[in-house]
């Protein structure tokens, strides 16, 4: 019943506004939706067990990136949710790695999974705390947002995101200024193959492999099924095709000195 709500709300959502990008949903704002239900509540949340988890293992070796062979950063917005680990365990086989870009008030629910991602060696991003436009929220804001998901982030997995990933992609001097003053780099994409809105894992797949190039910087959302389904493919493929998987810090400390806070990056 649930389940069919969410698709109803999606076949809603999709008819009401047809000009939506990564994390469009936002937009929907303006037609009084409540748009962040699939994130906040409408997406079945399974209870993760509360007990006590092992400490997230330090990443004993260094893993050896080549900045002269290609590469390509997945990132996955909004979790963590449903398909995180499956994705993480198509990381594991292919030896590869990823940037989860967390809505830091979710981890209630998903702390364990959280921890996963750090366990793997996969980066943790901020995706702010309840996912609002940063850039209609005042300087103050902004800042509340950051640092509440950054200091809960921490708590959960013991790791300080040094990324962030605006909700919708959206910018502006206020949100560049705080994340200059709190050590965030900001990353956006240049591959985008609307998962949120396709739910098609063959046609997710297939846009990230045809757009696959060296540098980009892949969204997706790692709530759904479908987008773990064209995970599971395209990171194998991705993989026999040279590429490495790496984190945004991983690309960036490859090819951008480490990143500038503040600035915004789509690719290298
Ligand atoms: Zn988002």
């Known amino acids: 019943m649930l389940k069919w709500n969410v698709r109803a709300l999606a076949a809603l ?25 699939p994130t906040a509540s409408a997406v079945p949340v399974e209870s993760e067990d509360a007990r006590p988890e092992s400490e997230p293992q330090q990443e004993a070796e260094a893993r050896r990136i080549d900045p002269d062979a290609k590469m390509i950063a997945l990132t996955f917005d909004d979790g963590p949710g449903a398909g995180t680990r499956r994705i993480l365990n198509a990381l594991d086989e292919a030896g590869g790695r990823a940037t989860f870009c967390m809505v830091a008030n979710r981890l209630g629910d998903y702390a364990e999974t959280a921890r996963k991602v750090a366990e793997q060696g996969s980066e943790i991003a901020t995706h702010t705390w309840d996912h609002p436009n940063l850039t209609k929220l ?19 997995t013991g790791v300080r995101p040094t990324v962030l990933r605006p909700p919708y ?21 240049n591959v985008d193959p609307e998962d949120w809105k396709t739910r098609d894992a063959s046609g997710i797949r297939r846009h990230i492999l045809d ?35 790496v984190t945004v810090s991983e690309m ?5 000195n480490g990143g500038t806070a503040g600035k915004v990056y789509y690719a290298t």
């Open 169 to 189: 992609g959206s910018v502006n001097a206020e949100v560049k200024e705080a994340c200059g003053e709190l050590g965030l780099v900001i990353a956006n994409w």
């Open 138 to 156: 005042s300087a103050e804001r902004v800042r509340e947002e950051l640092n509440r998901s950054l200091n809960a982030i921490e708590r959960a």
């Open 211 to 245: 757009n696959a190039r060296d540098g980009a910087i892949v969204v997706c959302h790692d709530l759904y099924p479908e987008t773990a389904s064209a995970m599971e493919s395209a990171i194998r493929e991705l993989s026999e095709r040279g590429y490495q998987l």
């Open 13 to 37: 959502m999709l008819t009401a506004m047809p000009l939506l990008s990564a994390c469009g949903r936002e937009r929907s704002e303006e037609g009084g939706l409540a748009i962040e239900a």
């Open 252 to 256: 960036l400390d490859a090819r951008a």
